[in-house]
């Protein structure tokens, strides 16, 4: 039998497949990437033997839990682990803090189904640590650079062609915007520092010692960039990356109607996803009502509203274009250019997307 683990940064590097046997309520507010939900105890059962615990000690309350997970509910939460480890010969299992229900699971395991199975020490809470104090070690030991620019002018792109770029809007699955929500929703919180610890930990076992992000404010979506870092991002060099305005409108016109289109289509089924996608479209305007104004709000809803009226006629997608030109040229393109005279002193780049791409990547052999 491989022996228990401890080795952390093993795990995570190597992308250890992981049985996580805390209750559903737990894994629902983070957990690991691949990770799979086999609990030892639903979170009903949980509860009470929470309660036990606290009204009449510990021995009562494993002698409740045996009695609440036995016959039947025990043979088939058995088998469900059993058959993750013959799936998953390479794994491990882990609880919280890695004692009582991990140890249970690991001894039924052996007992029940005669499979010896290595659980985590320290378990989730070791874990996370571990992740935290590796973003926090890399903010403070390594260098960061932010891309900036205006709405639209590709700098996720730019993002995905750079091996040392740690894409935040990614790791988040929003795109950063009122209009940013995808058709499936955002990860938990300590999902999305999870996953970009994770990120940090890989890039930085592959020699990468300076990181290009994104600039972001404090908030993706429902996600918040960790404090330290987000500190550091009002510091950090700035590379500022430009494109015509007719590129810009053709990259929204893609992210925000073609492929949000798709998504909720792949998800939804034709008619209801090209239902649900509109309704999506009409709330995050709405969303930035009062900033828009009545007026302008009433003007950009209209033109919305008959461009996804020819889009269901099967008209194409052209006049989308009309209300993404207006939106970034009297909303968005005020705002940033606001933002771009307060970082003007950070401000050590600035070119098209070749032209940062060549420079960031001089940067990051320097």
């Known amino acids: 039998m491989r022996g228990d683990i401890d080795d952390y940064r093993a795990l995570f590097l ?6 996580d046997t805390r209750a559903p309520i737990e894994f629902r507010k983070g957990a690991f990437p691949g990770a799979v939900n086999l609990p030892l105890m639903t979170d009903i059962e949980r509860q009470k033997v929470g ?12 002698a409740l839990g045996h009695q609440l997970v036995r016959g039947q509910t025990k043979a088939e939460r058995i088998e469900a682990w059993a058959a993750f480890a013959r799936a998953h010969p390479q794994g491990s299992l882990y609880c919280f803090r890695g004692g009582l229900r991990s140890q249970i699971v690991q001894q039924w395991l052996r007992d029940e189904a005669g499979i010896a199975y290595p659980r985590v020490v320290g378990g989730y809470k070791a874990m996370r640590g571990f992740l ?3 973003l926090e070690r890399a903010v403070a030991e390594c260098g960061f650079v932010v891309l900036g620019g205006m709405t639209g002018t590709g700098k996720t792109d730019v993002l995905r062609e750079l091996d040392h770029a740690l894409d935040l809007e990614g790791h988040a699955h929003h ?15 300590i999902g999305f520092e999870n996953d970009l610890a994770i990120d940090v930990l890989k890039k930085r076992e592959a020699g990468h010692a300076r990181f290009v992000l994104e600039d972001e404010s404090h908030a993706i979506g429902s996600c918040s960039v960790p404090l330290s870092l987000f500190q550091g991002m009002q510091t950090y060099p700035v590379v500022w990356l430009e494109d015509s305005l007719e590129n810009r409108v053709e990259r929204i016109l893609r992210d925000y109607v073609v492929d949000l289109c798709a998504e909720f289509v792949a998800i939804h089924g034709e008619e209801a996803g090209r239902d649900l996608f509109g309704q999506r479209l009409r709330q995050s305007l709405d969303n930035i009502h009062k900033r828009l104004g009545g007026e302008r709000h009433q003007r950009l809803a209209a033109i919305m509203d008959a461009a996804l009226a ?12 009309a209300w993404i030109e207006e939106l970034l ?3 968005y393109d005020p705002m940033y250019v606001y933002q771009r005279k307060l970082k003007a002193a950070r401000i050590v780049f600035t070119g098209d997307q070749r032209a940062v791409l060549d420079y960031l990547r001089e940067q990051a052999r320097a």
């Open 329 to 331: 040229t009297g909303y």
């Open 132 to 134: 935290m104090d590796t």
């Open 175 to 189: 795109r950063g915007s009122s209009f940013g929500k995808h058709a499936t929703g955002q990860p938990p919180q």
């Open 310 to 321: 020819g889009q269901a006629r099967g008209a194409g997608v052209e006049p989308h274009r």
């Open 51 to 62: 309660t036990c615990y606290k009204q009449q000690g510990q021995e009562a309350a494993i």
């Open 14 to 19: 190597q992308g250890m497949p992981l049985m």
